[in-house]
């Protein structure tokens, strides 16, 4: 059973920085793709970033330039530097892991994590 938990999140002062962690648990046997997502006050979830197995990158308009994912395997670990914060950035940011495949076998099972808040104030 895959598990995701995340910290880092906490209070800023807008234009300063945080960075998120998320602990993957149960994927060492597994290619597997990692998200970042998040959700502000009154809005859907929206997509923030994310890494393939190769290192792959992708990223929302909105924090290009801003927000770097990053990953260790080793570590089973995924990251999301968040620099230059703006109040809009105050969300509960959550991460996802998408397997692909788990030992031999084809995998396609999605996992959430609880989620972490980041509050932005000015």
């Known amino acids: 059973q895959v598990q995701l938990t995340e910290s880092g999140g906490g209070s800023v002062q807008a234009g300063g920085s945080l960075r998120l962690s998320c602990s993957a648990f149960g994927v060492a046997r597994c290619i597997y793709d990692m998200s970042w997502y998040r959700q502000a006050p009154g809005k859907e979830r929206e997509f923030v970033s994310d890494i393939d197995s190769r290192g792959t990158t992708s990223a929302a308009e909105f924090v290009k330039g801003r927000f770097t994912i990053s990953r260790d395997d080793a570590k089973q670990m995924l990251y999301l530097q968040m620099n230059s914060l703006t109040l809009e950035d105050t969300a509960i940011y959550y991460c996802?892991?998408?397997?692909?495949?788990?030992?031999?076998?084809?995998?396609?099972?999605?996992?959430w994590g609880q989620g972490t808040q980041v509050t932005v104030s000015s």
């Open positions: 996802k892991v998408q397997l692909r495949r788990c030992g031999i076998y084809r995998d396609t099972r999605e996992y």
